[in-house]
């Protein structure tokens, strides 16, 4: 917010032009009121201001000696404030002895509002430009510099292995030989992640700078924090500072130790897949990708197991399909396994299992579509076994689910009775849940049995057995519509009313006269008959 100072001697003036400017830019300015210079400058020398906007005549110190008195106090080097004199006609030639003040302009009294705005907005302008010089000959700093060495180093992570730009190399070779990658992310409990310049601030209150023990900060596109060290150690130590605080949700993945610039990216790329490895138990909160070079146990894909997974759903074999689950996934091998074995499995369960159940179930059938979603990569979870226990309830969830699609389309007894218990109660507050219920059906499954039986929705169902009983109550015409309404279990006239039109339409007067009509004129084909 800019400081802003009006000097007027007439309170008036002062008043005004504090409502004009409040009124059109709330919440810009800080405004203060003198009466005169002298007020004014003591007030200046209290906090300085940004603008002042000061009328020339006035008893005790007039505006061009206030002018003169903040020249002469001027900080060397530093820029003074925007200076807007206020003048009549007879004092015009006056104000401009003002113009060696560096004032901005003049206001010629009666004072305009768009000539005030004017110039405010003219004076915003002017510091925007200034902010703007500014930085860029911040650019030409040392800090500058390393942003642009930082963005070049980051481009080099992401790109497909191709030869360095010039000036890439240029930041490459600057790098310490031999030199260590490590990428740490931080998850909270709830499975979120930290941002990396919160992860940064999380590590320099722990440990202090990271500018000390380690030659490059940067940040990926996924939002991971990527360190360049000129060993292990700092890596390890930081390490044992997490451990010390309990900060299990600190991980860190390391790359193994290079000594050729050119192998920048891929020690990143060693460096994100240990991070990986913290997936699998037991959880590790750091990992050296070196450690993970040889040893690493792998299976052939489990294709057949697969199949016989699929075959099992919708069957009441849920122990072994929970057994035959942790055999895909090799559990008994869980913290041995390579993390490719499991990647993989994770994708065949995808496309062999999941997607073939829900093409040929239907997805907006089933309430658990959003898991089904979550499931779809096993990086969305922090650990593998909360991966595993929401694949293995999902699994679950649709075994059970197309067991009760099953039932439901073969109980066609239960659909006689739920359309019975419609016809008998269509009068009631009636819905979906209470009709479920009835033939002890679950909701889900019954909807999506009903639908397979009538060939429609519950609602819409429900809708024309109530207009269908409205149209035999309107042909006796001796019920009002209003009680019509409420004999079919409508909720208001309103509302029947615009079902009526939907299903037949016409408005349920429309019909009543329609029939009305047919009558009457039937009457006279048999009198003239």
């Not at 004009?20 to 009466?35: N, T």
């Not at 210079?37 to 300085?48: K, P, S, T, V």
């Not at 002469?72 to 003040?101: M, Q, T």
Request: glycine share 6%; hydrophobic share 40%; proline share 4%.
């Amino acid at each position: 917010m800019k400081k802003l100072l009006i000097i007027d001697d007439e309170k008036m003036i002062r008043q005004g032009l504090q409502a004009m400017i409040e009124r059109e830019y709330p919440s810009c300015y800080s405004i203060a009121l003198a009466g005169n210079g002298a007020e004014a400058l003591a007030l200046y020398q209290q906090e300085r201001r940004d603008i002042i906007i000061t009328d020339i005549r006035m008893p005790v110190m007039d505006g061009i000696t206030l002018l003169e008195r903040l020249s002469a106090e001027a900080e060397p080097g530093r820029e003074g404030p925007a200076v807007v004199i206020l003048s009549g006609y007879d004092d015009f030639e006056y104000a401009k002895s003002a113009i060696r003040y560096r004032v901005k302009d003049y206001l010629l009294k009666p004072i305009r509002r768009e000539e005030l705005f004017g110039i405010l907005e003219q004076i915003s302008r002017e510091w925007l430009e200034q902010e703007s010089n500014s930085r860029r000959l911040a650019q030409e700093t040392e800090g500058y510099r390393q942003e642009l060495r930082t963005a070049r180093l980051r481009g080099l992570l992401m790109q497909e292995p191709v030869e360095p730009s010039p000036e890439q190399q240029q930041e490459l070779e600057q790098l310490p030989v031999p030199f260590t990658v490590g990428v740490l992310n931080f998850y909270y409990k709830d499975g979120a992640r930290m941002k990396p310049d919160e992860v940064q601030g999380l590590i320099e209150r722990m440990g202090g700078p990271l500018a000390g023990p380690f030659a490059e900060i940067l940040t990926d596109w996924e939002g991971k924090l990527v360190l360049i060290g000129a060993g292990k150690e700092a890596f390890l130590e930081l390490a044992r500072q997490a451990e010390a605080r309990e900060l299990t949700g600190l991980l860190i993945g390391m790359s193994g130790e290079t000594r050729n610039p050119a192998d920048f990216r891929t020690a990143y790329k060693e460096a994100c897949r240990a991070l990986q490895y913290t997936f699998l138990p037991p959880q590790a909160s750091f990992i050296d990708y070196a450690d993970l070079r040889e040893g690493r146990l792998r299976f052939p894909s489990p294709e057949e197991e697969l199949r016989k997974l699929l075959n099992m759903l919708g069957t009441d074999r849920e122990k072994e399909i929970r057994s035959l689950l942790g055999a895909i996934f090799q559990l008994d091998h869980l913290q041995h396994l390579d993390l490719a074995y499991l990647e993989q499995v994770g994708r065949s369960m995808n496309e062999r299992v999941l997607d073939e159940v829900f093409r040929l179930h239907g997805e907006a059938s089933v309430e658990v579509l959003k898991l089904y979603r979550t499931v779809g990569n096993l990086y969305n979870f922090r650990h593998f076994h909360d991966y595993y226990r929401t694949l293995e309830h999902l699994l679950i969830t649709v075994n059970d689910y197309i067991i009760g699609i099953k039932s439901a389309h073969t109980e066609h007894a239960d659909m006689e009775e739920a359309l019975a218990y419609i016809e008998a109660n269509y009068a009631r507050p009636l819905n979906m849940a209470m009709v479920s219920n009835h033939v002890s059906l679950n909701y889900s499954y019954f909807s999506e049995a009903f639908k397979a039986y009538t060939g429609e929705s519950f609602v819409l169902y429900l809708k024309r057995v109530r207009i269908r009983h409205a149209k035999a109550l309107l042909s006796e015409n001796r019920i009002k519509l209003a009680g019509v309404s409420e004999a079919v279990g409508f909720e208001n006239s309103k509302q029947f009313a615009r079902v009526f039109k939907e299903l037949e339409g016409i408005s349920p007067g429309e019909y009543r006269a329609k029939l009305l009509l047919e009558r009457y004129s039937g009457r006279l084909g048999d009198k003239e008959s």
